[in-house]
């Protein structure tokens, strides 16, 4: 009995471990106040597949921004989207430096996305890349606050997105947990150990992303075109990776609006993860899997083996939950609006099944994504 014990206390505190580092990550990129840039001319780039009630949206956001017009393009890029996206674009567009291109690529293929934004990143004519999504919006200072992160050796700029709020507790319990990947991704890069990102929200450099070879060498793994480029940058390249942490730069999107969709994003999200270049990785984010696992194992062992697990159970859940809470809470601040604590306590009771299971059906499933079956 005394093996399952040290192994979950080792798993505890390897993960008490991993907080501490997001939270010394967090603050140390949030002092990170840099503003050099606003010259370059950038390319702003924007896939889409079936956003006709995004898209208007999306396109107001875009030219709304603050950013000289003639320091900026806009290229919507039609990844074989089957609705009237490009139609209601064509006709709403008023502006010279905004265009649509399709992607020559077909729709039975994988890595649709990464195919599109790569064919529109070779028509680009910016130093600077900057990614989004036709589902999400911005402030008017967002490009700006965006590109004045790039100083002379950054090759990567990672932004914050935020869920907006649609009154419902199921929109709540996404917000909260959206923002701790977030704050989770930020304070690993503050850290220097870049694993996570959000492609609705991004930046890097033309000349950077060619060194590095693009996305040619995942082609054949559906998702990621956001997270293998950071990692890449970081390990094969001097260029630095940064985290934009500036409420001006958050990028607002809506949660989704069923536990369905919910589920298929996360296994999007969870399939590309045994795939990530650095082994050590891979290993660090299954140790804190384990530590998911080894919370519920506790649980039943408590109930119906020992009640020593089920203390352990008690210790393990409830330092979770306190650690989590001081991280989400510390790291928000600046950033994100203030953590409701009902809210949270609800999400923590889910937390835990929610990951199991989403990391498990990423890892060894297919998932549903704008009408596609992807393969994994």
């Excluded at 409701?340 to 009771?349: K, S």
Aim: charged fraction near 20%.
């Amino acid at each position: 009995m005394i093996i399952p014990i040290l192994l979950f206390i080792i798993l505890l505190i390897n993960y008490l471990v991993f907080l501490i580092g997001i939270l010394k990550g967090i603050k140390i990129v949030s002092k990170d106040n840099t503003s050099s840039a606003g010259s370059k001319f950038v390319s702003v780039i924007i896939p889409f597949r079936n956003e006709e009630k995004n898209i208007l949206k999306s396109l107001q956001s875009i030219t709304s921004q603050n950013y000289d017009k003639d320091k900026y393009e806009i290229i919507y890029v039609d990844d074989n989207s089957e609705d009237e996206t490009a139609k209601l674009l064509t006709e709403n567009i008023t502006s010279s430096n905004i265009r649509i291109v399709k992607s020559p690529y077909n729709a039975d293929e994988r890595a649709h996305k990464k195919k599109a934004l790569k064919f529109a990143i070779e028509k680009a004519r910016g130093e600077i890349i900057i990614t989004t999504d036709a589902d999400c919006t911005q402030g008017e200072n967002w490009l700006t606050t965006m590109v004045n992160s790039f100083e002379n050796n950054t090759g990567f700029v990672s932004g914050p997105v935020e869920f907006l709020s649609n009154g419902t507790l199921f929109g709540e319990l996404q917000k909260i947990e959206f923002s701790s990947l977030i704050l989770v991704g930020a304070g690993l890069i503050g850290i220097k150990q870049p694993i996570i990102c959000n492609a609705a929200n991004l930046g890097f450099r033309k000349s950077v992303f060619n060194q590095v070879g693009g996305y040619d060498d995942n082609l054949n793994i559906s998702s990621g075109d956001d997270e293998f480029l950071m990692q890449k940058i970081s390990k094969d390249t001097n260029f630095d990776v940064k985290f934009c942490f500036n409420k001006s730069a958050i990028t607002f999107t809506e949660p989704n609006r069923t536990v369905e969709q919910f589920y298929q994003q996360r296994k999007r999200w969870a399939s590309k993860s045994l795939y990530y270049i650095k082994k050590s990785t891979i290993l660090k984010l299954f140790l804190i899997f384990l530590f998911y696992v080894g919370i519920v194992v506790q649980l039943l062992l408590g109930l119906f083996y020992n009640k020593i697990f089920l203390i352990l159970f008690i210790v393990s859940y409830t330092a979770k939950i306190i650690s989590e809470y001081f991280v989400l809470n510390t790291g928000a601040k600046g950033l994100f609006p203030k953590i409701n604590i009902v809210t949270f306590l609800i999400a923590e009771v889910l937390h835990i099944p929610y990951i199991i299971i989403s990391a498990v059906a990423g890892a060894f499933g297919n998932y549903k994504w704008k009408g596609r079956e992807i393969k994994r």
